[in-house]
């Protein structure tokens, strides 16, 4: 017999975890799907954020923050170093293990269940058809024997829903979240996304270190062709001695791997650093996609492309679009009314997606050249020490109005 619920989220990244929480704190029956053995883990993620992420969290603040760099000196091609005063920003470095087996919690705390190492293979409701394998999701042709739902939606449209995994067992549900990374399958089972094409994706390495020769209160940046090519290298400070020291560059352009670029980097900058570990991934860096939802499919986080191209950072949008869906979920689990799913396309839209094209456009700009990122540079030099005397939220120079209320 399938096991039921009302909302299947596939992915327990900050979208996927946070979609739970809220979708279980209005009463619906959660259900997250995770191939990953352990929550949190491995990391791939250079760890830094702002503090605004409490907003859209059902927690308060805990062990998760390890620090509050106040300061970040920037390296630009011509060697000519300068710090900017970020203290106004409010920018935190997280332990996302700890960080998000504490979201986790708090969504069991409400009633999620948890199914981890199991890969979604196929959608029920519609039969969604899909062939080939994406991003570690299996897509194995149409599924066949996932119990549709068969809910009366808006006055006698039918809707159902629910997943396929990898050992056999079938999940009815009537409605599913993908939260499921850069290649979501989800969004590749639903017909929602494609994909990304090479310049729109990046790749990534980092290392986390040990050592004495970090400043607790600053965060590093570097750019220029010798060290990472159309992207930047950076060092973010953790508790004590550890940091996590890492190199981005774009998915084109004929330059070495990332984990090359940095390994170069590390052996001339830091020789006298210990590495304790290594990860290495895609980062998405291209354009948020036009719709996130299609019949019973919701999509939010990497999964829908909700990352600023810019810097390649999403744990910001992924927490709020994680809310707005879990919020529409938990409505719709009550009614079962379709406006729900179309008003958290519209929200999430109106929230964030302008200013994530916008981060699209400067990146196609800033990364074109060393020479136009010095320029970029310049301009940052000159107006860094006016940002703490802005009377508007400095962020919203970078983000736009709707990403920082």
Same mark, same amino acid.
Request: with cysteine.
């Given at each position: 017999?399938?096991?039921?619920?009302?909302?299947?989220?596939? $992915?327990? !990244? @900050?979208?996927?975890?946070?979609?739970?929480?809220?979708?279980?704190?209005?009463?619906?029956?959660?259900?997250?799907?995770?191939?990953?053995?352990?929550?949190?883990?491995?990391?791939?993620?250079?760890?830094?954020?702002?503090?605004?992420?409490?907003?859209?969290?059902?927690?308060?603040?805990?062990?998760?923050?390890?620090?509050?760099?106040?300061?970040?000196?920037?390296?630009? @091609?011509?060697?000519?170093?300068?710090?900017?005063?970020?203290?106004?920003?409010?920018?935190?470095?997280?332990?996302?293990?700890?960080?998000?087996?504490?979201?986790?919690? %708090?969504?069991?705390?409400?009633?999620?269940?948890?199914?981890?190492?199991?890969?979604?293979?196929?959608?029920? *409701? !519609?039969?969604?058809?899909?062939? !080939?394998?994406?991003?570690?999701?299996?897509?194995? +042709?149409?599924?066949?024997? /996932?119990?549709?739902? +068969?809910?009366?939606?808006?006055?006698?449209?039918?809707?159902?829903?629910?997943?396929?995994?990898?050992?056999?067992?079938?999940?009815?549900?009537?409605?599913?979240? =993908?939260?499921? *990374?850069?290649?979501?399958?989800?969004?590749?089972?639903?017909?929602?996304?494609?994909?990304?094409?090479?310049?729109?994706?990046?790749?990534?390495?980092?290392?986390?270190?040990?050592?004495?020769?970090?400043?607790?209160?600053? /965060?590093?940046?570097?750019?220029?062709?010798?060290?990472?090519? *159309?992207?930047?290298?950076?060092?973010?400070? #953790?508790?004590?001695?550890?940091?996590? /020291? $890492?190199?981005?560059?774009? *998915?084109?352009?004929?330059? @070495?791997?990332?984990?090359?670029?940095?390994? %170069?980097?590390?052996?001339?900058?830091?020789?006298?650093?210990?590495?304790?570990?290594?990860?290495? =991934?895609?980062?998405?860096?291209?354009?948020?996609?036009?719709?996130?939802?299609?019949?019973?499919?919701?999509?939010?986080?990497?999964?829908?492309?909700?990352?600023?191209?810019?810097?390649? !950072?999403?744990?910001?949008?992924?927490?709020?679009?994680?809310?707005?869906?879990?919020?529409?979920?938990?409505?719709?689990?009550?009614?079962?009314?379709?406006?729900?799913?179309?008003?958290?396309?519209?929200?999430?839209?109106?929230?964030?997606?302008?200013?994530?094209? #916008?981060?699209?456009?400067?990146?196609? #700009?800033?990364?074109?050249?060393?020479?136009?990122?010095?320029?970029?540079?310049?301009?940052?030099?000159?107006?860094?020490?006016?940002?703490?005397?802005?009377?508007?939220?400095?962020?919203?120079?970078?983000?736009?109005?709707?990403?920082?209320?």
């Amino acid at each position: 017999m399938a096991r039921e619920a009302d909302v299947v989220v596939v $992915g327990a !990244g @900050p979208a996927g975890l946070n979609a739970a929480i809220r979708a279980s704190k209005a009463g619906a029956k959660v259900l997250v799907v995770d191939r990953k053995k352990t929550i949190g883990a491995p990391v791939h993620c250079g760890e830094g954020t702002f503090a605004r992420i409490l907003k859209p969290l059902d927690m308060e603040e805990g062990r998760w923050v390890v620090n509050r760099p106040e300061n970040m000196l920037l390296h630009p @091609p011509n060697g000519k170093e300068f710090n900017i005063d970020i203290s106004s920003l409010n920018v935190i470095i997280l332990d996302r293990v700890l960080f998000e087996q504490e979201m986790a919690k %708090r969504a069991e705390e409400l009633g999620t269940e948890f199914i981890l190492e199991k890969t979604v293979v196929g959608l029920g *409701g !519609g039969g969604v058809k899909a062939g !080939g394998t994406t991003g570690g999701v299996k897509a194995g +042709g149409e599924v066949e024997g /996932v119990k549709v739902g +068969g809910v009366a939606v808006d006055g006698g449209e039918r809707m159902g829903g629910g997943v396929a995994l990898d050992d056999g067992e079938k999940i009815t549900s009537h409605l599913v979240i =993908g939260c499921d *990374g850069i290649e979501s399958g989800i969004g590749r089972l639903s017909g929602l996304t494609k994909p990304l094409p090479l310049e729109d994706m990046g790749s990534a390495a980092q290392y986390r270190m040990e050592g004495d020769i970090w400043i607790e209160d600053t /965060v590093d940046v570097f750019v220029g062709d010798k060290i990472a090519p *159309g992207g930047y290298a950076w060092v973010f400070p #953790k508790r004590g001695k550890l940091a996590n /020291v $890492g190199a981005g560059v774009m *998915g084109v352009g004929g330059h @070495p791997p990332a984990l090359t670029l940095l390994r %170069r980097f590390v052996e001339e900058r830091y020789p006298d650093a210990r590495i304790v570990d290594t990860m290495a =991934g895609c980062v998405p860096v291209g354009p948020p996609i036009d719709t996130a939802v299609k019949d019973n499919v919701m999509l939010a986080g990497d999964a829908a492309r909700h990352a600023y191209a810019i810097a390649g !950072g999403g744990i910001h949008s992924a927490l709020w679009a994680g809310a707005m869906a879990g919020d529409a979920a938990g409505l719709f689990a009550q009614d079962k009314q379709r406006v729900h799913i179309r008003e958290y396309d519209e929200n999430w839209k109106a929230f964030m997606h302008k200013n994530l094209k #916008k981060s699209y456009a400067r990146k196609a #700009k800033m990364y074109s050249s060393e020479k136009a990122m010095s320029r970029f540079m310049s301009g940052l030099k000159f107006a860094a020490p006016l940002i703490k005397y802005l009377p508007i939220d400095p962020l919203r120079l970078w983000w736009g109005k709707h990403d920082v209320s």
